[in-house]
């Protein structure tokens, strides 16, 4: 089929179809390098829609919205395609643009550039790995690293002090537990924080501490801030480069968007810049500390894909280091039920302080009753659905709550990949009667709830496709599911693939523009090679990216890593409408 042909088909089937959600006007005259419409083909396309399911064709204008589809149909091009810009998908399966609805890109990048602790096997292993770092370090210089985690270590314990000491007599070391809620510190880095003696625990923090009532090593929450006080401060350089490095790697890796949580409102400018200099292949979607109500009130230092309109707070900590808020205590540790980071009083403050501002609060809550204050305080102040506030992780709910979350309108923005992964310590730290309302995706959908997914990286790897067979399978990677664990709560590969797509454009506010493929949206696809759809749910781990779309600009390609024909060379600003 010729283009003219095709484009008067496809725009005729667009407007039998009814309005989009945004209407597919032509768009303003742009300074657009290639003035040519681009199609994406030769591959099967996954709309995010129930009907139709897949199409066969996307027709994207210059600025990055999305003309038309073509139904599936067999598309001859002709000899001809000087009109149109082809991207030939050889095959592979297209998706909407999938978006990491909870991550923290800078630790992403941080990651990447400094010592990574992920997937150390055993407590043996992080003291040769300390070791091996030390080579070469001056006497006082501090060693920082983070991703560490017990669970599954032969020794079935945490790090201590003890176990780092004989490797590191001259240098404080301060090891970051995955979930970020935890640290492990040798004697001369507890001793250097002022740590080591002190007997009181501030409040919504913990020292872990032996029978002489000296630290043990494990610093837990608001008890960490003086052993951070230790690590050198990144420069800015070194914030822009972690920031940039960070969204290089998601966008490899078939990420389009990302819900950036935590950012200091010192890093609002730099994040414009760079976004206005090419070096942010992805769509930004800020909450910022609790300093930045200013920011997002005012939607300060935006570009045309970064949105500054979120605030960050914490309720608790986490559940793998027993900082999350239960309402009874711990299954394996009576004698503790959570640290409370954030007392009702002061939530109810900062909700209506938010309210007042228009600003969006994405609040963390992991324990069942940090969970149930959010709920309690939401409504007895009477807020509704429009705020589109949003519970970050919803991990663990008392079962009776499941059904308050949807009928508040507040928004579950989960992490399957935590799931899969808690299923190794939840049962003893819970009890299994508290799983029944733990991960519980398909009842809090049932239920009504709107439903974001993430990755929570660094805590957890950032892969899409971890995520995805995560929702689906609701198994570790090696296909293990422990007794208890409500195989019932997995989702339908449909639900999955809205849960990363459509999910957090809503809980964006962006569903007009962003979320599934339909005329008037912007072209951000992401492209795997394998069917995500019908695959067996353990292939969905060995699938890999093709290619990240934005904006109809390809920003990510396999094997070559540089930007398609017509995108924005790096530096140059307007890379992606």
Known sequence: MRLASLLTAALALAACAGPAPTQAAAPDPAPAEDPRVTVFTNGTIYTGLEDPATVTGVVVYPDGRILATIPPMSADWGDDTSEIHLVDLGGAYLYPGFTDAHAHLLGIGQRELTLNLEGTASVAELVTRVEAELQGLAPGEVLYGRGWIETGWPEGRMPSAADLDPVSPDNPVILGRSDGHAVVANTSALKAAGLYHITGDPEGGKVERGPDNLATGIVLDNAMYPLTQLITDPSEEDVRRAYEVGAKTYAARGWTGVHNMSVPRLH?????????????????????????????????????????????????????????????????????????????????????DAKEKNVQLAIHAIGDLANRRILDTFEALGYGPDLRWRIEHTQVLAPEDIARVGALGLIASMQPSHAIGDL?????????????GAYAWASLLASGAHLAGGSDAPVEVGSPLIEFYAA?????????????????????????????????????????????IEPGKWADFSVF?????????????????????????????????????????????????
């Not at 190794?424 to 029944?436: Q, T, V």
């Open 472 to 516: 689906v399978a609701r198994k570790d990677l090696k296909g293990f599911t422990g007794e208890g664990w409500h195989p019932e709560e997995a989702l339908t590969r449909q639900q999955a693939l809205a849960l990363f797509t459509s999910g957090p454009a809503y809980a964006a506010f962006q569903e007009a523009d962003l979320g599934t």
């Open 529 to 577: 090679d394998r069917d995500l759809m019908t695959i067996p749910e353990g292939d969905i781990l060995s699938a890999r990216p093709v290619m990240t779309v934005i904006a109809g600009k390809v920003v990510w390609r396999q094997d070559t890593d540089v930007p398609e024909e017509g995108a924005a060379p790096e530096g140059e600003e307007g890379q992606i409408p």
């Open 268 to 352: 609002a400018p730099w994040l414009q810049s760079l976004s206005q200099a090419g070096k942010l292949p992805l769509r930004v979607y800020n909450a910022y500390d609790e300093n930045g109500f200013d920011i997002a009130a005012g939607r300060l230092y935006e570009t045309p894909t970064i949105t500054n309109r979120t605030v960050k707070l914490y309720m608790d900590g986490a559940l793998g280091s027993r900082g999350a808020l239960l309402i009874k205590p711990y299954a394996d540790r009576p004698d503790t039920s959570g640290l409370a980071l954030l007392e009702p009083e002061a939530l109810h403050n900062l909700m209506m």
């Open 424 to 436: 190794h310590f939840a049962p003893s730290r819970l009890g299994l009667d508290r799983l029944r």
